[in-house]
């Protein structure tokens, strides 16, 4: 993507499926996607995660344009990660991250 949210390059599709199958081997429970422009247009990160549920259906899985849909990378990149990170330490299947993000108003979430 461009910073105008126009596409430059196709999502390299058989990379991410390469890339969930070994995320998957290696036993990686959870992941965040922090696409360059993605503020700009989730299409990529949409796409990226819809490619990792059917490769992995167990992996939570975070996407910056939802945890933080700003234009600074640092800011969203970090903040996807701390999301990736809690989600599976605070028990995503267990609704407890969720709720508590749910109950604070944010944007945060975990799939």
């Known amino acids: 993507m461009l910073f105008d949210g ?4 196709a999502l390299d599709e058989a ?3 390469r890339i969930g199958a070994e995320m998957v081997s290696e036993g990686i ?3 965040g996607i922090c696409f360059l422009h993605s503020y700009a247009n989730p299409a990529h990160e949409q796409r990226a995660a ?3 549920r059917e490769v992995a259906p167990k992996l939570s899985i975070t996407l910056s344009y939802e945890v933080s849909p700003v234009i600074r990378e ?5 903040t996807t990660t701390l999301n990736a990170m809690s989600c599976r330490r605070c028990g995503a299947t267990s609704n407890g991250w969720p709720a508590a993000c749910a109950s604070a ?3 945060a979430s975990c799939s």
């Not at 640092?74 to 970090?78: F, I, W």
């Open 74 to 78: 640092y800011e969203r990149g970090s």
């Open 15 to 17: 990379a991410v499926r």
């Open 105 to 107: 108003a944010t944007r």
């Open 29 to 31: 429970e959870s992941v």
């Open 6 to 9: 126009s596409v430059h390059k």
């Open 50 to 52: 819809a490619i990792l």
